[in-house]
């Protein structure tokens, strides 16, 4: 009897334990001590922002940390690294003059550029004293009724850093307007626009009347176009307008994308025809004073109506506007690419957008639907033709890059998966391949710069360093003429570059998820020159913040290595259980899994201050940046390919560590992550318990056209009379609504014209009929992003992982005061 009451008792206590476990209570206050306002005032700069310089190789940067800002100028060719001005004596000169008082921890300096000289810089301050604005007689011409005709005044300062000396701009050159219709050419002399659906073009004169009022009546402007009409417009974008919005502004001027010669005496552009494509619409159900609709054009998969793309040519010369005849594949589409714009000219007010070439040539691509097929170009201006200079060819979808364009026109780098790694290529511009230029088992990513005087060519690769996580960007240089890939920014980190137009130097970023990011200069040979910054992170730290834990386990077929990072709540004990949370997103463009230090940390660290292990991880077939074989795994398998591999890693991790509880097992993602946590839930139904899908493309074929028949896969049939049709079939969540078991939240913003609330709207009809319990919240007025929503999802969020995973059903007070606490009181 006394073994049987020890037993008994032994029993009570276990499970009084698990029980208590079971039903832990949410940490609301550690994950309210995260939110988006709070980080603001703990995470700072976080890397260099180099300003290239035209006439040196000096940069300067703005950097901010708990005692404020500092703005710098580096000089590489004397390793020196010195402030702009002296911020305490600066904001007492600011102050004699504004007459509001500055100190100089809190200079609220904007807009500042350095002048021609290189040696005088210019900013603005804005001040409490209130002026009539200068526009104020033509708006009150305007509008009898204006009222507000008074604005702070702003000062426009220049300051001299050789001497020190600041000078108030007493009468400052009146900043243009961005007028965002404007499209200006190289030497200013022409402006092109759109307006109803069709190309017009003004002077530079008429252009100067229209900055001082679009309204003006002697504008005089040249129409180009007349067989424009909507849907088959030469430029404008109607996206984002609801039906009443369109009406209105339906007479504006408009920008058009074209892209210009050096010379200024062409330009070209592309136009879609997708008057045959079918209309989608959302309501506005919160416009006042009646719900209104916007309707816009919605390729989907497999539909017979697509854009039909097109391409124009315009000689100011000849006065002639050309159709190109580049027809090659049915339903193909035009990728125009512009050339690069030097690093040293980001600060210009003015930046051209040139086609890539010269005034006799320029450089286009066109893809075939199902995007096996793809042709670089280059059209021929003086014969008038197309000339096919590389042909890309695949049996999965080809990913491209814009080419590199050198030698004067003679050469070009080009970018291909073709031996199944990216990798860049020399050809010359008859389409002859002279050399590859980077080989091997990892991604050539992008070219930073290619130094033409001294024949090399700077890029970023990744999966190169062994021992590394394969994701780690860094930066490499390799001779045009052939020979060994040179690393230039070795280390265990994630490295983001800025070099100058030269290439003589550039600024390394560099962190992992697990060290506070720091910024250094180093030559082209890969010589750190000097040290510039490290992060000032002591307040995240002194919050509680812990950075989280990178691991890497296997995907289910016990091969593939994949990369995952695990983030635990900051009062975490090993000695306790915790429910695991996967965010994910199945990719193909990406995976959600972070490789250096970030702010973005709503469904990651912030989520795990609740009371769980969340954990982000890679997927076969989830992200570009590895070999063409992992990118394409999911190619024909849109909706279950990931998942596996999903369901692997948190089983790996369970063995690992005993912390882990893996009989609780919940899911969360967003836009493809939605789809995929939603599709978890129905194949793995024994497996994740609770789920929340926000924003979810639950149905492939009910989603752009673009991205599904990529991804998915869409099959060309020709049949005997030649006709080509296009057969897409996939996958969807709805189909296995009957499997759900465990608890799910959807959640879709109504006006989302990307992922249309109709995928969601499908998914919960499909749980409906199947006589499923599950929960839905729609947020009304929110695009894809949920906007200024974004924080009442995230507490609904946890919420409702709380309530399942924890098994706290005591529920939240109605008022999120969470939220709340972070907003004044207005009286």
Same mark, same amino acid.
């Given at each position: 009897?006394?073994?049987?009451?020890?037993?008994?008792?032994?029993?009570?206590?276990?499970?009084?334990?698990?029980?208590?476990?079971?039903?832990?209570?949410?940490?609301?206050?550690?994950?309210?001590?995260?939110?988006?306002?709070?980080?603001?005032?703990?995470?700072?700069?976080?890397?260099?922002?180099?300003?290239?310089?035209?006439?040196?190789?000096?940069?300067?940067?703005?950097?901010?940390?708990? /005692?404020?800002?500092?703005?710098?100028?580096?000089?590489?060719?004397?390793?020196?690294?010195?402030?702009?001005?002296?911020?305490?004596?600066?904001?007492? $000169?600011?102050?004699?003059?504004?007459?509001?008082?500055?100190?100089?921890?809190?200079?609220?300096?904007?807009?500042?550029?350095?002048?021609?000289?290189?040696?005088?810089?210019?900013?603005?301050?804005?001040?409490?004293?209130?002026?009539?604005?200068?526009?104020?007689?033509?708006?009150?011409?305007?509008?009898?009724?204006?009222?507000?005709?008074? /604005?702070?005044?702003?000062?426009?300062?220049?300051?001299?850093?050789?001497?020190?000396?600041?000078?108030?701009?007493?009468?400052?050159?009146?900043?243009?307007?961005?007028?965002?219709?404007?499209?200006?050419?190289?030497?200013?002399?022409?402006?092109?626009?759109?307006? !109803?659906?069709?190309?017009?073009?003004?002077?530079?004169?008429?252009?100067?009347?229209?900055?001082?009022?679009?309204?003006?009546?002697?504008?005089?402007?040249?129409?180009?176009?007349?067989?424009?009409?909507?849907?088959? @417009?030469?430029?404008?974008?109607?996206?984002?307008?609801?039906?009443?919005?369109?009406?209105?502004?339906?007479?504006?001027?408009?920008?058009?994308?074209?892209?210009?010669?050096?010379?200024?005496?062409?330009?070209?552009?592309?136009?879609?025809?997708?008057?045959?494509?079918?209309?989608?619409?959302?309501?506005?159900?919160?416009?006042?004073?009646?719900?209104?609709? /916007?309707?816009?054009?919605?390729?989907?998969?497999?539909?017979?109506?697509?854009?039909?793309?097109?391409?124009?040519?315009?000689?100011?010369?000849?006065?002639?506007?050309?159709?190109?005849?580049?027809?090659?594949?049915?339903?193909?589409?035009?990728?125009?690419? @512009?050339?690069?714009?030097?690093?040293?000219?980001?600060?210009?007010?003015?930046?051209?957008?040139?086609?890539?070439? !010269?005034?006799?040539?320029?450089?286009?691509?066109?893809?075939?639907?199902?995007?096996?097929?793809?042709?670089?170009?280059?059209?021929?201006?003086?014969?008038?033709?197309?000339?096919?200079?590389?042909?890309?060819?695949?049996?999965?979808?080809?990913?491209?890059?814009?080419?590199?364009?050198?030698? !004067?026109?003679?050469?070009?780098?080009?970018?291909? /998966?073709?031996?199944?790694?990216?990798?860049?290529?020399?050809?010359?511009?008859?389409?002859?391949?002279?050399?590859?230029?980077?080989?091997?088992?990892?991604?050539?990513?992008?070219?930073?710069?290619?130094?033409?005087?001294?024949?090399?060519?700077?890029?970023?690769?990744?999966?190169?360093?062994?021992? $590394?996580?394969?994701?780690? $960007?860094?930066?490499?240089?390799?001779?045009?003429?052939?020979?060994?890939?040179?690393?230039? !920014?070795?280390?265990?980190?994630?490295?983001?570059?800025?070099?100058?137009?030269?290439?003589?130097?550039?600024?390394?970023?560099?962190?992992?998820?697990?060290?506070?990011?720091?910024?250094?200069?180093? %030559?082209?040979?890969?010589?750190?020159?000097?040290?510039?910054?490290?992060?000032?992170?002591?307040?995240?730290?002194?919050?509680?913040?812990?950075?989280?834990?990178?691991?890497?386990?296997?995907?289910?077929?016990?091969?593939?290595?994949?990369?995952?990072?695990?983030?635990?709540?900051?009062?975490?004990?090993?000695?306790?259980?915790?429910?695991?949370?996967?965010?994910?997103?199945?990719?193909?463009?990406? $995976?959600?899994?972070?490789?250096?230090?970030?702010?973005?940390?709503?469904?990651?660290?912030?989520?795990?201050?609740?009371?769980?292990?969340?954990?982000?991880?890679?997927?076969?077939?989830?992200?570009?940046?590895?070999?063409?074989?992992?990118?394409?795994?999911?190619?024909?398998?849109?909706?279950?390919?990931?998942?596996?591999?999903?369901?692997?890693?948190?089983?790996?991790?369970? %063995?690992?560590?005993?912390?882990?509880?893996?009989?609780?097992?919940?899911?969360?993602?967003?836009?493809?992550?939605?789809?995929?946590?939603?599709?978890?839930?129905?194949?793995?139904?024994?497996?994740?318990?609770?789920?929340?899908?926000?924003?979810?493309?639950?149905?492939?074929?009910?989603?752009?056209?673009?991205?599904?028949?990529?991804?998915?896969?869409?099959?060309?049939?020709?049949?005997?009379?030649?006709?080509?049709?296009?057969?897409?079939?996939?996958?969807?969540?709805?189909?296995?609504?009957?499997?759900?078991?465990?608890?799910?939240?959807?959640?879709?913003?109504?006006?989302?014209?990307?992922?249309?609330?109709?995928?969601?709207?499908?998914?919960?009809?499909?749980?409906?009929?199947?006589?499923?319990?599950?929960?839905?919240?729609?947020?009304?007025?929110?695009?894809?992003?949920?906007?200024?929503?974004?924080?009442?999802?995230?507490?609904?969020?946890?919420?409702?992982?709380?309530?399942?995973?924890?098994?706290?059903?005591?529920?939240?007070?109605?008022?999120?005061?969470?939220?709340?606490?972070?907003?004044?009181?207005?009286?």
């Amino acid at each position: 009897m006394r073994k049987v009451y020890l037993y008994t008792l032994l029993f009570f206590w276990v499970g009084s334990s698990f029980a208590q476990e079971a039903h832990t209570k949410g940490n609301y206050e550690l994950a309210a001590r995260f939110s988006p306002e709070k980080l603001k005032k703990m995470i700072f700069t976080t890397d260099v922002d180099a300003h290239w310089l035209k006439k040196s190789d000096r940069f300067w940067y703005e950097y901010e940390t708990t /005692e404020g800002k500092n703005w710098y100028i580096v000089n590489p060719a004397t390793r020196t690294k010195t402030k702009l001005f002296d911020n305490d004596r600066l904001a007492a $000169e600011i102050t004699k003059i504004v007459k509001d008082p500055f100190d100089g921890q809190h200079l609220d300096i904007s807009n500042l550029k350095f002048l021609e000289d290189e040696n005088t810089i210019q900013f603005k301050i804005k001040s409490t004293q209130e002026v009539v604005k200068k526009d104020w007689e033509e708006i009150k011409a305007k509008n009898r009724n204006a009222k507000d005709s008074l /604005e702070k005044k702003t000062f426009v300062f220049s300051f001299n850093i050789n001497s020190q000396t600041l000078t108030e701009i007493t009468d400052p050159e009146e900043e243009a307007k961005r007028l965002s219709w404007a499209n200006i050419s190289p030497d200013s002399s022409k402006i092109v626009f759109s307006k !109803n659906e069709n190309l017009f073009w003004m002077d530079k004169a008429n252009f100067l009347k229209a900055v001082k009022d679009e309204k003006d009546s002697t504008i005089v402007e040249h129409q180009l176009t007349t067989d424009g009409e909507k849907d088959y @417009s030469y430029g404008g974008w109607g996206r984002g307008e609801d039906n009443e919005e369109e009406e209105k502004n339906k007479n504006n001027r408009k920008r058009a994308g074209v892209l210009w010669s050096a010379d200024s005496k062409q330009f070209i552009l592309s136009r879609s025809d997708s008057r045959k494509v079918k209309d989608l619409w959302v309501i506005h159900n919160t416009r006042n004073p009646r719900p209104t609709l /916007e309707t816009y054009k919605y390729a989907m998969p497999g539909e017979k109506e697509q854009p039909t793309a097109e391409l124009y040519h315009y000689s100011f010369a000849s006065e002639k506007m050309s159709k190109l005849d580049v027809s090659t594949f049915k339903d193909q589409t035009i990728g125009l690419w @512009s050339e690069s714009i030097a690093a040293s000219n980001r600060d210009d007010d003015f930046k051209p957008v040139l086609w890539l070439g !010269n005034n006799d040539f320029f450089y286009f691509s066109i893809t075939s639907r199902d995007l096996k097929r793809i042709d670089i170009c280059r059209w021929n201006i003086k014969e008038g033709k197309k000339e096919v200079i590389i042909e890309e060819r695949s049996n999965t979808y080809i990913d491209i890059q814009k080419p590199e364009i050198i030698n !004067n026109g003679t050469a070009l780098i080009h970018w291909s /998966e073709r031996d199944g790694w990216g990798h860049y290529y020399l050809y010359d511009t008859q389409g002859n391949l002279k050399r590859q230029l980077t080989s091997g088992p990892f991604h050539s990513e992008s070219i930073v710069r290619v130094d033409e005087k001294n024949n090399f060519l700077y890029f970023t690769a990744n999966g190169r360093e062994k021992g $590394e996580d394969p994701y780690y $960007e860094h930066l490499y240089k390799v001779n045009l003429s052939g020979g060994a890939i040179t690393l230039l !920014n070795p280390g265990d980190f994630n490295h983001g570059t800025s070099m100058n137009d030269k290439a003589t130097y550039f600024v390394n970023n560099y962190s992992r998820v697990n060290t506070v990011p720091a910024s250094a200069l180093y %030559d082209n040979t890969g010589r750190k020159i000097m040290d510039l910054e490290t992060a000032d992170l002591s307040s995240l730290f002194a919050a509680g913040y812990k950075f989280p834990e990178p691991y890497k386990v296997k995907a289910d077929d016990g091969i593939t290595d994949l990369y995952g990072v695990m983030y635990k709540p900051f009062d975490f004990d090993s000695t306790k259980k915790y429910p695991i949370i996967e965010y994910v997103y199945p990719g193909p463009q990406t $995976e959600a899994v972070n490789k250096a230090f970030g702010r973005g940390m709503d469904r990651i660290d912030r989520l795990a201050q609740f009371g769980f292990v969340v954990v982000t991880i890679g997927n076969r077939g989830g992200h570009p940046s590895r070999s063409k074989w992992y990118h394409n795994y999911g190619y024909g398998n849109l909706r279950d390919y990931g998942l596996a591999d999903k369901k692997a890693a948190v089983e790996q991790l369970a %063995d690992r560590h005993s912390f882990i509880d893996k009989s609780r097992v919940g899911i969360h993602g967003h836009s493809g992550g939605g789809f995929m946590s939603t599709a978890a839930m129905l194949v793995y139904p024994d497996f994740f318990k609770v789920a929340v899908s926000s924003a979810g493309n639950h149905e492939n074929n009910i989603y752009n056209r673009w991205w599904s028949e990529k991804h998915h896969g869409v099959k060309e049939v020709i049949n005997p009379k030649g006709d080509t049709t296009f057969i897409y079939q996939v996958e969807k969540n709805p189909d296995l609504a009957k499997n759900l078991k465990g608890r799910l939240l959807l959640v879709t913003g109504d006006v989302d014209n990307n992922v249309h609330p109709a995928n969601t709207i499908r998914m919960a009809n499909a749980l409906i009929k199947a006589n499923k319990r599950f929960d839905f919240i729609i947020l009304p007025s929110q695009r894809h992003g949920f906007g200024d929503m974004t924080e009442y999802f995230f507490w609904r969020m946890g919420d409702y992982f709380v309530q399942h995973l924890l098994g706290d059903n005591t529920p939240p007070p109605v008022d999120m005061m969470e939220i709340q606490r972070e907003k004044p009181l207005v009286k």
